[in-house]
């Protein structure tokens, strides 16, 4: 089943369908609607939980203009999988310093390339 698209909150989106500035923001929507599909939450699930991200970004001060959005989409999917037990914190915490790492370490123009931990699988 094709998620609801336009029951998300404040989605960025021209006639064609969703819009992105970064490829990230392809990737992490892509995921959530990947993870969706195999039934990890509900679309009604990943709607809450993102709707609380931005509610909660607000009331810190996020002035929601729209540039943040795929931001508080990241988060609302780390919060997902960590509350549907697929991960922890920590790991995504390690996994994004290693990336970090490993962007910082790659010639311009060359794929970024993690190295696979022992009990990972590539």
Known sequence: MTPDIAALPH?????????????WEAHAFALAVTLN?????????????LSATIRAAQAAGD????ETYYT???KALEQLVIAKGVTTAPAIDATTEAWHAAAEATPHGQPIQLAVRPGQTA
């Open 11 to 23: 989605i960025p989106c021209d006639a064609e369908g969703p819009v992105f500035r970064e490829p």
């Open 72 to 74: 508080h989409w990241l």
């Open 37 to 49: 599909g195999k039934g990890l939450f509900t679309w009604g699930e990943w709607a809450e939980t």
């Open 63 to 66: 002035p929601d203009t729209g």
